[in-house]
């Protein structure tokens, strides 16, 4: 067979360059193609319509005689036009295309497609995948431009392109085709737009990615690893208005009407224009109207005049002062008398669309809901607002030692507290969780675990089995499921972590393997896996920071970035002072549970003296 690369797409999506120049990980992607290709088949060919040199060039520099092959039509008509020119010159029986953008093209393409071919006596075999839709749920993709055909459905195919078809398997209808099923659905990822490119150039390189195993690394570099890393679910969905209380919007929320509709009072007093105020005395203005909230304005008050007005009721047009009642010198039955002075010129108006202005933004996309926000939200008339998906996170414990509440406790047993840790952060994230249970160190038991947790999550988070000592299948399971970094961070307590990506089934999960001790994984949850659950759910993770001097010294090493637990209070000098919560063993939850902050030691930092300033995490608004 021939292996043919469509590379002669307009890379529309790219801005227009030349996808298969474009470089990764050191080279071209058409060179990664082609070298995957290349031992697959009996001849190359590339399909490109400009820059024809450069791909010339990457044949040779694969040691390859692949010749370039332009459209036989003229105007980038899209793959089938290359297909159409490489059955026409391909001098085997049959026709194997690859694009150009998919740099992960599986090993065993052209055997499995061409072994199907024979066996269903087919036309045309072509890949498909497993995967995940926006919601989730599985569906069978196929993939109509990893296809292997016979070159006598060349008339077909003519045919097709005769009447005008451009679809890659819109002629499928006209020729015998079978279906062959790829497990890995990552192999057949293309890339598409130029983030896409860096994505993958991150992403999937251990070296590239830091999802290096046994990498040792910085807390913030582990950070930033996961961040750029992980990308924010796509599904939205429209929420009655309550419901969308602690979600992310997933739009801008722009403002359909001003709010205030109309200028109108501060207060309840008389409305008048400053240009009446005498400078020198008391002025007197007769009470030509009285103006109540909620009822249209169509008052006209004359020159010398004012208006009896209560707080929200529409101010006269020509009329830009309110003088509160408890301010006027007098007040009779028609008139009230300002003493010189007594108010400033454009006092106590509030101005329509003040608050709120017709068709400006008035909360922006990422943003988690508030009460503040909900009232503000009504305040437009709004009953839905779009918010993102929740996401679904499944977690379990490992460790032949623990127990379930409700288990007997055998001697060298412990019960399981993470999975309830877990819980709590992640309902607190508001995130729908799916608890697992605790999985003993069983190879197969944590294979099966993670499959299942993997097809039916954005995320898995599992505690345990990630450390030194640690049973190394673990390790090798996450492994061989995708693509995991096994950290030793600079950092204390949680210095073991899993990182990466798992895929089952065609459903991908991002994995964050914490480490077993109780107050390492709650760290370890707190500064890592919530950023990126955070960046996930289509927002940025904050937390509240506060200095406050130590009250006590403590000790420090510098190059390991310290996550101590605090309580912070005002001290009698009235400043903020933080004590640290007794042992920092990371097995010690009670003192995890009696804190109110985290004392954060950055990595430079040695020891610290008692009345020094340290940086402090509030509970409040983290946990
Ligand atoms: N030789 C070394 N030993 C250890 C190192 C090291 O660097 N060299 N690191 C230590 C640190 S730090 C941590 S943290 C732990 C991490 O170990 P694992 O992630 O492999 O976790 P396990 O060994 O399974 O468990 C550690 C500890 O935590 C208890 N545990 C585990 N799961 C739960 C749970 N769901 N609920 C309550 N308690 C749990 C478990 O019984 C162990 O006592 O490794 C150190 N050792
Ligand atoms: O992760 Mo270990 O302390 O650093 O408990
Ligand atoms: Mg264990």
Redesign the pocket.
Known sequence: MTGMILAGGRGTRMGRVDKGLQPFRGGPLAAHVLQRLAPQVADVAINANRNHAAYASIAVAANSDAPVWQDDLQGFEGPLAGLQTGLRRCETDWLLTVPCDSPFVPDDLASRLAEALLRDDADLAVAVTMDADESGDAYRRVHPVFALMKKSVLPKLDAYMESGGRRMDGWYGAIKVTEVLFQDAGAFRNINTLTDLKDMEKLSEPAATGFDRKASLSAAEAQRIIRDAITPVTAVEKVALRQALERVLASDIISPIDVPAHDNSAMDGYAFSSADLLADGPTTLRVAATVLAGRPSGVHIPAGQCARIMTGGVMPDGLDTVLPQELAAAISADSVTIAPRSITPGANRRFKGEDLASGKPALHEGKIVTPADLGLLASLGLAEVPVRRRLRVAFF???D??RSIGETLEPGC????????LYGMLTRLGCDVIDMG?VR?DPAALEEALRTACTSADAVIT????????ADY?KSIMAELGDVGFW?LDM??????AFGRIASEGRQSWLF??????V??MVAFYFFVRPGLMKMMGTTASHFTVRARSAVALRKKPGRTEYQRGIIYIAPNGEREVRITGSQG??I?RSMSEANCMVILPHEQGDVAAGELVEVVMFEGLI
Do not use: F, H, Q
């Open positions: 414990s490992t460790g030692e623990l412990i019960y399981d507290s993470n999975r309830y840790t605790a160190d505690s345990g089995g990630v450390s030194a000592g640690a673990i030793n204390r307590p949680g210095r073991p972590m393997g914490l480490p077993g001790n109780p390492a994984a990371s097995g939850l």
